[in-house]
């Protein structure tokens, strides 16, 4: 089943605008992560957020967890051309019987355009 | 090394024959997992292995798959009687801790059978 949910599929702004990807899960997690796929290949781990924290910051990059709801929100701020990518969210669930293996959703392709 | 490496980057191989994809992990990560990725889609996990504990196998395919991680580091993910519907981006990834440092990916083996 699908444990990772992104909306929307795919988003296209302008350079300098703001960029919000959402996500949704299904079971409790130890800890959600966000990564960066440029052109179908290797993925970037981008951020990290346990689920006892709410709000993550890294440089740009702004992620929000909302256990209650089973949702995350991936913000990128002052977008770039060189932000265009497919990003993923990623969950690794509590309990069960695979510590630390991840369930990657089907992600979002942003585009920004110059 | 730097980083995952996988070999090859790229292979073509006819239905029916055998494939071996390679990857050699981040020395000293400990975990190691096999995903792979079909067109435009998400990442689907095949299998994970973690230190000298059993291998998680509960994503392979069919009995067509297999994978073996030698001394704790280089992993080999064999494909069998290849078909059609195996035509994918295989990634490999290792951890250290996952739960602290997510995943590092490698660059992926496209594999196109015809």
């Known amino acids: 089943s699908q444990q990772g949910e992104e909306d929307p599929q795919a988003l296209s702004i302008q350079e300098g605008e703001n960029a919000t990807m959402n996500c949704s899960y299904k079971t409790s997690i130890n800890n959600l992560q966000w990564y960066r796929q440029n052109s179908g290949r290797g993925l970037v781990h981008l951020i990290l957020i346990r689920s006892n924290e709410r709000e993550k910051h890294s440089g740009r990059l702004r992620v929000t967890l909302d256990t209650s709801k089973k949702s995350s929100s991936l913000l990128i701020t002052a977008s770039r051309a060189a932000d265009t990518a497919s990003y993923f969210c990623a969950t690794d669930r509590s309990g069960g019987t695979s510590y630390g293996k991840l369930t990657f959703g089907q992600g979002t392709i942003l585009t920004v355009h110059p | 090394g730097a980083g995952v490496s996988q070999s090859p980057s790229n292979k073509v191989t006819e239905k029916g024959k055998d494939v071996e994809l390679r990857c050699d992990p981040i020395?000293?990560?400990?975990?190691l997992y096999w995903y792979r990725q079909s067109l435009g889609q998400g990442l689907e996990f095949l299998i994970y292995f973690q230190g000298n504990s059993a291998p998680d196998k509960s994503g392979l395919p069919s009995d067509r798959f297999s994978a073996e991680r030698t001394g704790g580091s280089v992993s080999t993910l064999t494909i069998q009687r290849t078909q059609q519907e195996d035509s994918a981006v295989y990634l490999c990834?290792?951890?250290?801790?996952?739960?602290?440092?997510?995943?590092?990916f490698g660059s992926g083996t496209r594999l196109t059978v015809v």
């Open positions: 990834a290792s951890s250290l801790v996952v739960q602290l440092y997510g995943y590092t």
């Open positions: 020395s000293g990560h400990t975990a």
